[in-house]
C-alpha cells in the first residue's frame, strides 16, 4: 500500500498541478497538507508584524476555494498551525508515507525547509515538480547556476522556448488515510467579510484570468501599465500569480489563444515580457539563495542606507513630505496592492530621499502585499537599490517629475488623502539627537 503527501505552499490550486497528477497515479492514499507558518504571524527583526490582514485575508480565501475543489474530488485539505519541519516530522512519524510531492519554491528558507526532510525521510520518495515557474530547469538552455546577470540577456535566451500546455484538473484523487494528530487538522470553511477587489482562491483566478482576456484590454496593456490606479490598468494576475491560485503557463495559454483570435501586438507581447520578468526573479532567488537578503547582495556593496524608526514608520504609514509617496502606502495599506509604478517610486523614495536601508522597506512589503512574492519582492528592491541585477547601478526616481508624469491632476493624490503630512519627519537624528520639526526636512 502506497502512501503520499501533496504539500501545498504557494501553489493553491487543483488545475495545472502536476503533483496531484503524479500523486493520482501512484499512490493508493493521499493527505493533501498545508503548514500555516507560524512566522508568518510574528514580528520580523526588521520592525514589522508578520502578515498584514489583508493578506491573511486573501490566504484564507485561497484555502476555502482549495478545500471545496479537493473535496469535489473525494480528498480533504489539512492545515497544520505548526511550521513544515514539524508538522512532516508529525505526520512522517505517524502513518507510513511512502512519497512526497512538492512544487520547487525560489526562497531559501524553503530551500532549507525541503533539504531538512529530505535528509531526516531518506526512504520517502521525494517528486519535486517546477509548478511556480514558466519553465522547468531542463528546459532552460543554461544550468541556473549559470544564469545570466541581466534580465535582457536571460529574456532572449528563453523568450522563444515553448511553455508546457497546462494541466486540466483531475476528476478523482485517492483517500485520505485516517489519522489523529494533534496540530494537523482538516480545514474547515471560513466566513470571510471581503470588501476587497481581490478575492483569493482559484475560482477568482480563473474568472479573472477569463474576464481580462475576453475584453480588448491585452491590446492596451503596453499603453496603460504604468498607471498607478484603475482596475484595467494592469492585469491584476499577481496576486493569484502568488498564492498559486494561478500559473504562469495558464497566463501565458491565454495570452496564444488571444493573439490567435485577435491579432499578437506589442502590448500582448508585454505581458509575456513582464512574465518573464517574474521567471527571472524566480531563477534569481534560486539561485542565490541567501544573497537575495543581504544588503550589498550580487554586489558585495556595503548598503548607504541606515535605519531610522521614526521616519520608517512614517514612510509606512505615508506621512512624509511626498504626497506621491504618502497616497501610494495609504494605498498599499488599505488595500494590499500597489500598481508597479507606485512601488518603484515609495521604494525609490525609502532607498534615495530618506536614506533608509532597503531590506525594511522589502520586510514592510512582504508583510503587507497580497502578491507578495520572495523572488519578485526581493529582487525588484535589490534593482532599485542598485545592488542587485541591474547593469545601471540603480534607480532613482525624481519625485517631482514622475507627479507630473502620473499624477499631474492630483486626482489620486486627493483620493488617497497624499497631501497630509504631519510636518516632522524626525524626532531626533540618525545619532539621536532630538531635532526640531521642519516643513521640508533633508533626508
Ligand atoms: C519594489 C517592488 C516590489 C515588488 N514586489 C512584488 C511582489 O512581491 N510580488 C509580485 O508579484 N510582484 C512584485 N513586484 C512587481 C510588480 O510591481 C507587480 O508584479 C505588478 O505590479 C502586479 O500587478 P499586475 O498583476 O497588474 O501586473 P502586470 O503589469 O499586469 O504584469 C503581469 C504580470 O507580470 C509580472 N510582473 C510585472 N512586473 C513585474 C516586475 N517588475 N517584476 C516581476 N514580475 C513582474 C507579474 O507576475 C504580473 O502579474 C514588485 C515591484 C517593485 C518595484
Redesign the pocket.
Known amino acids: 500500500m502506497k502512501l503520499g503527501v501533496v504539500w501545498f505552499t504557494v501553489d493553491l490550486r487543483c488545475s495545472d498541478q502536476h503533483m496531484l497528477w503524479r500523486a493520482a497515479q501512484e499512490v493508493d492514499y493521499l493527505v493533501c497538507l498545508y503548514c500555516d507558518e507560524p512566522h508568518n504571524n510574528r514580528p520580523s527583526r526588521y520592525s514589522t508584524q508578520g502578515m498584514s490582514a489583508n493578506r491573511r485575508r486573501f490566504l484564507e480565501q485561497g484555502l476555502n476555494d482549495l478545500a471545496s475543489q479537493l473535496a469535489t474530488m473525494g480528498q480533504k485539505l489539512f492545515v497544520s498551525s505548526m511550521d513544515a519541519v514539524t508538522s512532516l516530522n508529525l505526520l512522517l512519524n505517524e502513518i507510513p508515507i511512502s512519497h512526497l510531492y512538492h512544487n520547487h519554491h525560489e526562497g531559501w528558507n524553503e530551500q532549507q525547509t525541503l533539504k531538512r526532510i529530505a535528509s531526516q525521510f531518506p526512504d520517502v520518495r521525494l517528486h519535486l515538480n517546477h509548478g511556480l515557474s514558466l519553465f522547468t530547469p531542463s528546459q532552460l538552455p543554461f544550468d541556473v547556476a549559470n544564469l545570466p546577470d541581466s534580465f535582457s540577456k536571460f529574456r532572449r535566451l528563453v523568450e522563444n522556448l515553448d511553455v508546457f500546455t497546462p494541466l486540466p484538473a483531475l476528476q478523482k484523487l485517492p483517500p485520505a488515510p485516517t489519522f489523529n494528530i494533534q496540530h494537523i487538522s482538516p480545514w474547515s470553511k471560513k466566513r470571510i467579510e471581503n470588501e476587497s477587489a481581490f478575492t483569493g482562491g482559484e475560482h477568482a483566478a480563473m474568472d479573472q484570468l477569463s474576464d481580462y482576456f475576453s475584453t480588448d484590454l491585452p491590446s492596451q ?1 503596453k499603453a496603460t ?1 504604468n498607471e498607478l490606479d484603475g482596475w484595467e ?10 498564492q498559486g491560485s494561478l500559473s ?1 503557463r495558464q ?1 501565458k495559454a491565454s495570452i496564444d489563444v488571444y493573439e490567435r483570435d485577435h491579432g499578437a501586438s506589442e502590448s500582448t507581447y ?2 509575456y ?9 524566480h531563477w534569481y532567488a534560486t539561485r542565490y539563495g541567501k544573497q537575495l537578503f543581504l544588503p550589498g547582495s550580487l554586489t558585495g556593496k556595503q548598503t548607504q542606507g541606515s535605519y531610522y524608526a521614526k521616519r520608517f514608520r512614517k514612510w509606512s504609514q505615508g506621512n512624509t513630505p511626498y504626497p506621491l509617496v504618502n497616497a501610494c502606502m495609504k494605498q498599499l495599506n488599505e488595500t494590499g ?8 517610486i ?2 525609490s523614495c525609502l532607498i534615495y530621499e530618506l536614506g533608509i536601508d532597503w531590506r525594511y ?2 520586510a514592510y ?2 508583510e503587507q ?1 497580497i ?11 535589490q ?2 537599490a542598485g545592488v542587485g541585477a541591474d547593469p545601471r547601478g540603480s534607480r532613482h526616481f525624481n519625485l517631482e517629475r514622475q507627479t507630473e508624469l502620473y499624477a499631474s491632476k492630483h486626482l489620486f493624490i486627493d483620493k488617497w488623502q497624499g497631501h497630509i503630512f504631519d510636518g516632522q519627519l524626525d524626532s531626533v537624528d540618525a545619532a539621536d539627537w532630538p531635532i526640531y520639526p521642519t516643513s521640508s526636512p533633508k533626508p
Open positions: 496593456y501599465r490598468n494592469s492585469t491584476k494576475f499577481s496576486p493569484w500569480l502568488a504562469a497566463i508585454w505581458i515580457f513582464e512574465l518573464l520578468w517574474r521567471e527571472y526573479f496592492f500597489m500598481s508597479n509604478r507606485g512601488r518603484q515609495v521604494a522597506g522589502a512589503f512582504e502585499l502578491d507578495y512574492n520572495v523572488g519578485s519582492n526581493w529582487g525588484n528592491w534593482y532599485i
